[in-house]
């Protein structure tokens, strides 16, 4: 599995210090998989966002969508 730094090296801002549980792995994952389009279904809390984030950043190009709640009302 890639190492990938701490979410605070990559400049996701001061409040991210640390990868939650499972974080990490799901960031190197999308990086290093070839397929074309990706979707992450994890429980409420595990940090989808951080990982899109990261793996926006780290991949250079990235579209995020997102279906969360809510963002809808």
């Known amino acids: 599995m890639t190492k990938i730094d701490v979410p605070q090296l990559i400049e996701l801002g001061f409040k991210f210090t640390d990868w939650r549980a499972y974080q990490q792995g ?4 999308i990086l290093n998989s070839k397929k074309r389009f990706i979707v992450i279904q994890a429980p ?13 950043k780290l991949a250079g190009k990235t579209a995020v969508v997102t279906a969360t709640k809510q963002l809808q009302d």
């Open 44 to 56: 409420t809390g595990i940090g989808k966002s951080t990982i899109a984030m990261a793996a926006a």
């Open 26 to 29: 799901v960031v190197a994952n």
